[in-house]
């Protein structure tokens, strides 16, 4: 039924938030009843998604390098599928920075809204900071602080920097049966769950953040007209990048590394690509890829059964692009100078709240937290994303599982050896 439709709910939600403070308007003063209401319903869904922030970055990213570590222990296998990864990955955030520096259509129009409320936070670069050295002091010592330190202060490259420090010590020192290892992937099961509640809240949550929002567009120079046109050129500018890498470019690389033409592949993997557009959970489209995978692309189950469930983990080229770009809109919306430096950090960033990330509807918006709040942008800017987040999502989730089914071809062709050695064991 469409009214249980999380989608419908969070558009509906949005449209009566920002119908009723259109309509209403002045009558809504900060002594009003209803708007103290209101303001209580937005604290409230805010506080509980900063409540995730630390533990979701945290144990996310070392759930990822436990997943890593099985790339390096196989050797060439691993190394061709990491290798195609963190390739695709930067392919996929070069594109995103074409579009911020060559393109942004948004910035025909001023800035919508200055950083207001209690939920804006401190950079992690200052605005103005040219100078290399300075950049690089005030990085390093956010980075190597004391882990219970970055957590309690949500010190985002603190609590980075921790997590790929504990992981990768886990994976050279644990084990690989390490109750350890158990742990981890039971604290995430439990966060994941947590995380899937607050999802469900979105329509209360964006409700109220709009309806204060809209309001504030209002007293802004440029009004909610400017603001919509803005929300519309970034949607399709991200739609657009988000096609080209998947109908162009890695169809390309599959087609140069193993000689797959496009069009045969892309009728090949229509079926898994189709269930990720529809259910927006690469988890969800895992038994449909490797079935495609083997059936169709004739890949055998030792490489896909391995490249597959890593890819739904840590290959996320669509997230990646559009937590980037879309924290480069955010942060221009909101009155917030990025220099250069600040702009590749972001994308930096992006590109590393991807590894681990849930797959599962929405997901992208627990790593867009780690991003905006890395450059000082309120949280409850998400709210803005969501609006437009579910439709993107669906084609981000096909190109991401798209590129899961070519590693694990490309995987295949460059390690026949390898792969059949493990397929034989």
Same mark, same amino acid.
């Not at 988890?283 to 004739?298: D, F, N, Y």
């Not at 997230?319 to 221009?332: D, P, R, S």
């Given at each position: 039924?469409? $009214?249980?439709?999380? /989608? &419908?709910q969070?558009? =509906?939600?949005? %449209?009566?938030?920002?119908? #009723?403070?259109? *309509? +209403? ?14 303001? $209580?319903?937005?604290? /409230? &869904?805010?506080?509980? =998604?900063?409540? %995730?922030?630390?533990?979701? #970055?945290?144990? *996310? +990213? ?6 890593i ?11 061709? /599928? &990491? ?35 209690? &939920? ?44 790929l ?5 886990m ?89 797959k ?40 189950r ?8 890593l ?86 989730t ?11 071809l ?16």
């Open positions: 039924m469409i $009214l249980r439709n999380l /989608t &419908f969070v558009f =509906l939600a949005a %449209l009566l938030g920002i119908g #009723i403070a259109l *309509s +209403l308007g002045d009558n809504l003063t900060t002594d009003n009843s209803f708007y103290q209401f209101v303001l $209580l319903l937005k604290s /409230t &869904f805010l506080s509980v =998604l900063r409540m %995730l922030i630390a533990p979701l #970055i945290f144990f *996310s +990213l070392i759930g990822g390098i436990i997943g570590g099985s790339v390096i222990k196989l050797q060439r296998m691993g190394a061709v /599928t &990491f290798a195609y990864y963190f390739s695709t990955t930067l392919i996929a955030i070069g594109l995103g920075l074409i579009a911020v520096f060559f393109i942004h259509p948004w910035t025909s129009y001023p800035p919508s809204i200055g950083v207001v409320g209690e &939920f804006s936070t401190s950079r992690m670069i200052d605005p103005g900071s040219d100078s290399i050295i300075l950049v690089l002091q005030k990085v390093l010592s956010l980075a190597f602080s004391n882990p219970v330190s970055a957590l309690a202060n949500l010190n985002i490259l603190g609590i980075v920097t921790n997590a420090f504990i992981g990768i010590a994976v050279l020192i644990l084990p690989t049966d390490s109750p350890l290892f158990t742990i981890v992937r039971q604290i995430n099961d439990v966060i994941v769950t947590i995380l899937r509640w607050v999802i469900r809240l979105m329509p209360i949550g964006i409700f109220a953040i709009l309806l204060d929002f809209t309001l504030q567009l209002d007293m802004a120079n440029g009004g909610s007209q400017n603001f919509l046109t803005q929300l519309i050129q970034f949607s399709l500018l991200v739609f657009v990048l988000t096609i080209i890498h998947g109908l162009v470019i890695l169809p390309c690389i599959a087609w140069l590394i193993t000689g033409p496009p069009l045969l592949l892309m009728r090949q993997i229509s079926q898994p690509l189709i269930v990720a557009f529809s259910t927006s959970s690469s988890s969800a489209t895992l038994p449909v890829s490797m079935q495609a995978c083997e059936e169709q692309l004739q890949i055998k030792s490489v896909s059964s391995f490249v597959l469930p890819g739904a983990t840590m290959n996320m080229d669509g997230t990646a692009l559009f937590e980037a770009v879309a924290a480069i809109f955010l942060a221009y919306l909101y009155g917030i100078e990025l220099t250069t430096v600040a702009v590749f950090t972001v994308f930096l960033m992006a590109m590393v709240s991807s590894i681990g990330a849930p797959g599962m509807p929405s997901a992208s918006m627990a790593g867009m937290q780690m991003v905006l709040l890395a450059v000082g942008i309120p949280l409850e800017a998400i709210a803005i994303l969501l609006v437009i987040e579910r439709p993107l999502d669906t084609f981000r096909a190109v991401n599982v798209e590129g899961d089914i070519i590693g694990a490309i995987v295949q062709r460059l390690t026949a050896d390898e792969s059949e050695n493990l397929g034989s064991v």
